[in-house]
């Protein structure tokens, strides 16, 4: 009877022992999950604003476009006459 109870405690050592290494994996992944959704949140917001920079590049490549084809335009009349 007195073995038994000593091979159950055993057991029961080992298993709070596997226990505690599964809880710090645990932990240790969590961390680590929050670190990388950090970096996702910190790499869409740079994304977010390098789209709305090229948004407001090409407003003004449009902007130098219309007046050079405009002056293109007249330059041609220019030379017509």
Not at 36 to 56: A, C, I, K, P, T
């Amino acid at each position: 009877m007195m073995r038994d109870f000593h091979l159950v405690r055993l057991d029961y050592h080992r298993l709070m022992s596997e226990f505690h290494e599964v809880r710090e994996d645990y932990h240790r992944l969590m961390n680590e999950f929050h670190e990388v959704r950090q970096d996702y949140h910190r790499l869409m917001s740079e994304f977010h604003e390098v789209r709305g920079l090229m948004s407001e590049f090409h407003e003004v490549r449009e902007d130098y476009h219309t007046p050079m084809s405009e002056f293109h335009e007249v330059r041609l009349d220019y030379h017509r006459l």
